[in-house]
């Protein structure tokens, strides 16, 4: 909260404030969701590798299909932006005085 009172004391914009929580909040849910879905296909092959070497007639190929990497992205992207949008609109309200006063 400080943070936002000293920007807008200095002569921040209500939509440069909304545009800095909005950064932020997309990049963790970015840094998060990239990481999920590493894990998430690592974790995935890995089984399918491990499931050929107890039964010999599947096979192990690597399978990746970009409209899913889209979509997952969008869906990151989308979640950062909700996430994001209340607590931005409420940082871009505060009064200089109040948000000082906050801890």
């Known amino acids: 909260m400080k943070e936002f009172g000293i920007r807008k004391a200095l002569g921040a914009t209500h939509r440069s404030i909304r545009f800095q929580v909005l950064l932020e909040s997309m990049a963790i849910c970015s840094g998060a969701g990239v990481i999920g879905v590493g894990l998430g296909f ?3 092959e890995l089984l399918i590798f491990g499931a050929t070497r107890f039964v010999p007639s599947l096979r192990f190929e690597w399978i990746l299909f970009p409209s899913a990497v889209f979509l997952s992205v ?6 950062g932006v909700l996430s ?13 005085i109040e948000a000082l006063r906050a801890e």
């Open 84 to 96: 994001g949008l209340a607590p931005a609109i409420r940082a871009e309200k505060l009064e200089i």
């Open 74 to 79: 969008g869906s990151i992207v989308t979640v």
């Open 42 to 44: 690592c974790a995935y």
